[in-house]
């Protein structure tokens, strides 16, 4: 069992920055495949960003060139640093490790609007 907790998130001005992290339980952490997702109102959960054990990394094209995606393995985190907000990044985002199962955070809501 993994569990994953999530923080950093707020409300932010469009134009503005902020930076989630997500703390992971478990010794092989760094053999995890870590995600963002996030969740609109009435939207399905879509895919944000994720990296490999490796440290490959893949982003859906609205947030490419303005978050990015980092882990560090000896403290067993993850994290996305999201620049140059929109309201339209306006979700609740979540956490996710994938290694054979996959587990969730409980989620983090981050606000845009001035």
């Known amino acids: 069992q993994v569990q994953l907790v999530e923080s950093g998130g707020g409300l932010v001005q469009p134009g503005g920055s902020l930076r989630l992290s997500c703390a992971a339980s478990?010794?092989?952490?760094?053999?995890?495949?870590m995600g963002w997702y996030r969740q609109a109102p009435g939207k399905q959960r879509e895919l944000v960003a994720a990296i490999t054990s490796g440290g490959s990394t893949n982003y859906a094209d609205s947030v490419k060139g303005r978050f990015t995606i980092s882990r560090d393995n000896a403290k067993n985190r993850v994290y996305l640093q999201m620049n140059s907000l929109k309201p339209e990044d306006t979700a609740v985002y979540y956490c996710?490790?994938?290694?054979?199962?996959?587990?969730w955070g409980q989620g983090t809501q981050v606000t845009v609007s001035s």
């Open positions: 996710n490790a994938a290694y054979g199962s996959s587990w």
């Open positions: 478990g010794r092989i952490f760094s053999l995890y495949v």
